[in-house]
């Protein structure tokens, strides 16, 4: 079910896709108001990964064939937010399989080219004001990352194909669906003030017993966190390791990922903090004790 499923909405996005976004039908459209298009689902849904009956295979309110989302904060010496000394950043919104890999590729929904463009298009700049703030690149412009991480993440959500937001549809309404609802969540989780209250806070020489930390923050989240780390603090791409695989221990905390079901589509449906991590997913690779270190300088936005 899952390959024909992902095998009809790669031909369906492949058909949206070649639509340029600011085309002339575009240039009229009224401000869109987040989430408003997408589908109505009901609130006793099944949980995705915890279905006990099937589910139809072209379902918007199921996530599927990938049921568990993670949501990426970042940790990075050099990358600031507004100057800021105390914030963590956005670093993705990433769909998983049920066993906990992160999925990505799949060319499920379209795939655009000018976020900025979009999210402008339909009178988002307070959510692009909040992106400049907090969805930092590490290097080059935010934009490039913005559009990465819709490319390689966002088309795996069954629930943002157009198919689901049926007459209402219009190009690039899923994307503003998409970074709207990381925002959301990302808005719900200060990770410096949770671990500030467990006493682990920013210093150059203490180390903190990596049990500590993970407690602070699945007592915070309510649900189980991957804690990744480096060796030197750098901005270490490693949601790459796909097959679950980690680069080798670190002792520099560097990324928490929170992890969700979702019970209803992503858009509207509500995140619920896993209680366990999947067969695969337990891809934290920090050592026993991890050092946590304050930000060095204030980085260029």
Same mark, same amino acid.
């Given at each position: 079910?899952?390959?024909?499923?992902?095998?009809?909405?790669? =031909? &369906?996005?492949?058909?949206?896709?070649?639509?340029?976004?600011?085309?002339?039908?575009?240039?009229?459209?009224?401000?869109?108001?987040?989430?408003?298009? &997408?589908?109505?689902?009901?609130?006793?849904?099944?949980?995705?990964? =915890?279905?006990?009956?099937?589910?139809?295979?072209?379902?918007?309110?199921?996530?599927?064939?990938?049921?568990?989302?993670?949501?990426?904060?970042?940790?990075?010496?050099?990358?600031?937010?507004? %100057?800021?000394?105390?914030?963590?950043?956005?670093?993705?919104?990433?769909?998983?399989?049920?066993? %906990?890999?992160?999925?990505?590729?799949?060319?499920?929904?379209?795939?655009?080219?000018?976020?900025?463009?979009?999210?402008?298009?339909?009178?988002?700049?307070?959510?692009?004001?909040?992106?400049?703030?907090?969805?930092? &690149?590490?290097?080059?412009?935010?934009?490039?990352?913005?559009?990465?991480?819709?490319?390689?993440? &966002?088309?795996?959500?069954?629930?943002?194909?157009?198919?689901?937001? *049926?007459?209402?549809?219009?190009?690039?309404?899923?994307?503003?669906? =998409?970074?709207?609802?990381?925002?959301?969540?990302?808005?719900?989780?200060?990770?410096?003030?949770?671990?500030?209250?467990?006493?682990?806070?920013?210093?150059?020489?203490?180390?903190?017993?990596?049990?500590?930390?993970?407690?602070?923050?699945?007592?915070?989240? *309510?649900?189980?966190?991957?804690?990744?780390?480096?060796?030197? *603090?750098?901005?270490?791409?490693?949601?790459?390791?796909?097959?679950?695989?980690?680069?080798?221990?670190?002792?520099?905390?560097?990324?928490?990922? =929170?992890?969700?079901?979702?019970?209803?589509?992503?858009?509207?449906?509500?995140?619920?903090?896993?209680?366990?991590?999947?067969?695969? *997913?337990?891809?934290?690779?920090?050592?026993?004790?991890?050092?946590?270190?304050?930000?060095?300088?204030? %980085?260029?936005?």
């Amino acid at each position: 079910m899952a390959t024909s499923l992902r095998a009809l909405l790669s =031909y &369906a996005s492949n058909v949206v896709s070649q639509i340029p976004i600011l085309n002339s039908n575009l240039q009229h459209v009224s401000p869109y108001e987040p989430l408003s298009a &997408a589908p109505f689902c009901p609130l006793d849904g099944p949980m995705s990964c =915890y279905n006990s009956t099937p589910v139809a295979g072209d379902s918007c309110c199921f996530a599927h064939p990938g049921g568990r989302v993670l949501l990426a904060q970042l940790w990075d010496r050099e990358v600031h937010a507004a %100057g800021a000394e105390e914030d963590w950043t956005l670093r993705g919104l990433w769909p998983a399989l049920c066993d %906990g890999i992160p999925d990505k590729y799949c060319q499920m929904t379209p795939q655009y080219t000018n976020i900025t463009s979009i999210l402008r298009h339909y009178g988002q700049d307070e959510l692009l004001e909040f992106m400049d703030r907090y969805w930092l &690149a590490a290097s080059g412009p935010n934009t490039d990352l913005w559009q990465r991480e819709y490319t390689k993440h &966002a088309t795996c959500l069954n629930t943002l194909s157009p198919t689901c937001y *049926g007459a209402s549809h219009a190009p690039g309404l899923e994307v503003v669906d =998409y970074f709207t609802r990381a925002a959301a969540l990302f808005r719900t989780l200060d990770t410096y003030r949770a671990l500030e209250r467990a006493k682990i806070v920013p210093d150059a020489r203490r180390r903190y017993p990596r049990g500590d930390v993970q407690r602070a923050l699945e007592r915070f989240g *309510g649900g189980r966190v991957v804690l990744r780390c480096t060796t030197t *603090g750098s901005d270490d791409d490693v949601e790459e390791d796909g097959d679950g695989a980690t680069r080798g221990e670190g002792d520099v905390l560097h990324q928490v990922w =929170y992890v969700y079901f979702v019970r209803g589509s992503l858009q509207t449906g509500q995140f619920v903090p896993a209680q366990e991590l999947g067969a695969r *997913g337990d891809v934290g690779n920090c050592a026993a004790e991890v050092r946590y270190l304050p930000k060095t300088g204030r %980085g260029e936005l």
